[in-house]
């Protein structure tokens, strides 16, 4: 029997394992329901398992016959996002929301665990399975490998992969990778203009911190627009305004935050001396103080070419040439499994996951409180899963690493 078709029968185990997840979704680094209910679903596998010491991180080893390492890796945890989907199985947790789709994620890594189980024996090697939780802006995936996850096995990993599931890319079951840069680096820039307080009918008495602020925000659209190549972009925006409590009572202080995504090592940099230059030369100019912070984020996520190569490989011959589609560009978001290709080549893949009968113009994205996710990709996500690592093993073992 086929990967696929082992994996397909525990599609409604696989479904209801995620469904589960779906109803108590957690936040940050500390998912105890989520690491419960992943270590009792790993029960009774070969598996040597470890947990987290600073966070609730899951990490299984199956050993096989070989030299050979894979890492195989899903987030776990949610967004803090109230769900409106008037799904059956709707988050439980106010204020709390699997809208990225690690619930899926997770379901796919176990199934795969489960099916790479089963052929213990053939593998060329060992295989990690790298279960994260902190992904949505924790460091999740930091944290973890300073706690030895890439160490796990004995060795580092020969190559890393995840998945990602996208709530309206193309239809449900296709494949999209690329080599190269796949998801920007983000940083985040917190500034807090000083002026002095005052009445609204005498500005001229006050140092009004506002309209300082509004020409800070447009100055830094226009700057990304003209002190950057177009063919290698900056996207800036700013998220969060703060001024004021009354129309007629001019504020001391007001205060903007903004995320900035890049997608090479030196517009990471560069970005970083333009904006904060930026800021406070216009403060200088009205008089006012101003503290700038600019927090670097995640790097740019980085698929190694060959790894690419092969996953694009394995999707055509698992599932047919069509259900792979190259990316034609980097998505915009950020995504910490770039941590682990930093230190380990691998692929990052994304997966369809687009409800039967939606329309992709108009179904709500990943991170919408309307965000809903077909459960029919996820034996084909654990099968993907499952056949990566018994190939990259395999060519492993083939050349002697």
Same mark, same amino acid.
């Given at each position: ?75 776990? !945890? ?47 090697g060992d295989v990690v399975f790298m279960f994260q939780p902190g992904e949505e802006g924790w460091e999740g995936a930091r944290t973890m490998i300073d706690e030895g996850v890439l160490d796990a096995a004995g060795r580092r ?148 070419? !060959? ?21 034609? $560009? ?18 990052i893949v994304a997966l369809g996951a687009l409800p039967q009968g939606a329309d992709p113009d108009k179904a709500a994205f990943n991170h919408s409180p309307q965000a809903v996710f077909d459960d029919s990709v996820l034996p ?17 073992? $083939?050349?002697?690493?």
């Open positions: 029997m086929s990967m696929v078709a082992q994996a397909r029968e525990m599609a409604d185990e696989l479904v209801r394992f995620r469904r589960d997840l779906h109803r108590e979704p957690e936040l940050g680094l500390v998912l105890p329901r989520t690491q419960e209910r992943v270590l009792a679903a790993l029960e009774g596998l070969p598996l040597e398992i470890s947990t987290g010491t600073s966070c609730t991180s899951v990490t299984a080893v199956l050993r096989g016959r070989g030299d050979g390492v894979v890492l195989l890796r899903a987030d776990m !945890d949610a967004l803090p996002v109230q769900e409106d989907t008037g799904l059956d199985f709707t988050s439980r947790i106010d204020g709390t929301m699997h809208g990225c789709g690690h619930d899926l994620h997770t379901a796919m890594l176990v199934g795969a665990a489960r099916l790479l189980a089963d052929q213990r024996d053939k593998l060329g990993p020969d190559a890393a992969y995840a998945l990602h599931v996208f709530s309206t890319l193309g239809p449900a079951g296709t494949f999209f990778s690329r080599p190269g840069v796949t998801l920007a680096a983000s940083a985040t820039l917190r500034v807090t203009v000083r002026g002095a307080g005052g009445h609204g009918s005498t500005p001229h008495l006050a140092k009004d911190p506002v309209p300082v602020l509004a020409e800070m925000v447009t100055a830094l659209q226009t700057a990304v627009t003209r002190r950057f190549d177009v063919f290698d972009p900056v996207v800036l925006t700013v998220g969060v305004l703060r001024a004021g409590t009354r129309s007629n009572v001019i504020p001391a202080t007001a205060a903007f935050e903004a995320t900035i995504r890049t997608f090479s090592r030196e517009s990471s940099r560069r970005v970083r001396d333009v904006v904060l230059r930026l800021v406070s030369g216009i403060a200088d100019a009205h008089g006012v103080d101003v503290d700038a912070d600019y927090a670097e984020g995640r790097p740019p996520t980085v698929n190694d070419a !060959d790894e690419t190569a092969l996953v694009r490989e394995v999707i055509a011959e698992t599932f047919g040439e069509r259900r792979y589609a190259p990316l034609a $560009q980097p998505f915009t978001g950020a995504e910490d499994f770039a941590r682990v290709l930093e230190e380990v080549p691998g692929c084909d996500g654990a099968a993907l899963f499952a056949e990566l690592a018994i190939r990259r093993l395999h060519d492993t073992t $083939q050349k002697g690493r």
